[in-house]
């Protein structure tokens, strides 16, 4: 047997050490104190012991499976997307710190709130941050982004067929500091930047279709691969209430930092045709 590998699988188990060591001490040496023979050679405690032992391993290696399976297994399953693209989910403290501000750049085409509204094929819903993930995509030949999911439980849509307890994915197009920061902000990114799990905003996702993809040299990532939603920008197509009640708005006129969100969505209710 190889001692080895048994001890990394112990290693993985919340058990004493004298346990662990004992039993270690009966797979490497073979003793069991039980000295009455049957035939065959071994006792019948003989064999039970030995078969506690091998039971405990079946589930100490189990586990170190399942663990290091828990622990690798981050990368997101493509099966449409094509060349050497892959994802998969990073820590937040993983994601690199950015310098640059949020602020808007002159990449962004210009449009006003009655586009913003009514020009996409997207929802428009009030919902509340349930949870974030970050995730890292690797087109390869060291081309890489950070991007994040959050997942957003619907109180109501204002626009669009989903009801109220929907969860919904919305890919964002930006890594979220998760730790209050906002050191992952980087142009176009403003608003979905300051996205934290708990907050209540209204979001404005178009839901993906085939259309919807990244490519890089060789590589093509299908966006509804990640997320059956995704925004736009980080700056216009979100509009999120603060844990003091402030208002994040940088697209619409008529909100103010101290607007409600009630007063929010009425405002945006004026705006659809």
């Not at 959050?150 to 626009?159: C, G, Q």
């Not at 490519?215 to 700056?235: C, N, P, R, T, V």
Request: charged content about 30%; cysteine-free.
């Amino acid at each position: 047997m190889n001692n080895d590998k048994y001890k990394e699988a112990f290693d993985k188990l919340a058990i004493s050490k004298d346990f662990r060591e004992r039993t270690l001490s009966h797979i490497k040496e073979g003793k069991i104190e039980n000295r009455d023979i049957y035939k065959g050679g071994v006792t019948m405690k003989k064999a039970v012991s030995y078969g506690i032992i091998a039971a405990t391993l079946i589930i100490a290696l189990g586990m170190t499976l399942f663990l290091k399976g828990n622990n690798d297994d981050t990368e997101i399953a493509l099966k449409e997307s094509t060349g050497k693209v892959k994802v998969s989910y990073v820590a937040s403290e993983d994601v690199p710190e950015t310098i640059q501000g949020g602020e808007a750049s002159g990449s962004l085409i210009f449009l006003t709130e009655e586009e913003i509204v009514n020009d996409y094929n997207s929802s428009i819903l009030s919902g509340t941050v349930q949870d974030i993930k970050n995730i890292l995509i690797d087109f390869g030949d060291g081309m890489t982004e950070y991007r994040a999911i959050a997942t957003v439980s619907v109180d109501k849509a204002i626009k669009g067929e989903e009801k109220p307890g929907d969860k919904v994915d919305i890919l964002l197009p930006t890594g979220i500091a998760l730790d209050g920061s906002e050191k992952v902000t980087i142009e176009d990114t403003y608003v979905i930047a300051k996205l934290k799990v708990g907050m209540k905003g209204i979001f404005m996702p178009i839901r993906y279709t085939e259309d919807d993809y990244l490519e890089q040299y060789d590589s093509k990532l299908f966006l509804k691969e990640l997320a059956e939603y995704g925004l736009m920008d980080g700056m216009r197509f979100a509009i999120l209430e603060s844990s003091n009640g402030e208002i994040i708005n940088s697209a619409f006129s008529g909100i103010t930092s101290n607007s409600t969100l009630e007063e929010v969505e009425e405002y945006i209710k004026s705006l659809m045709k």
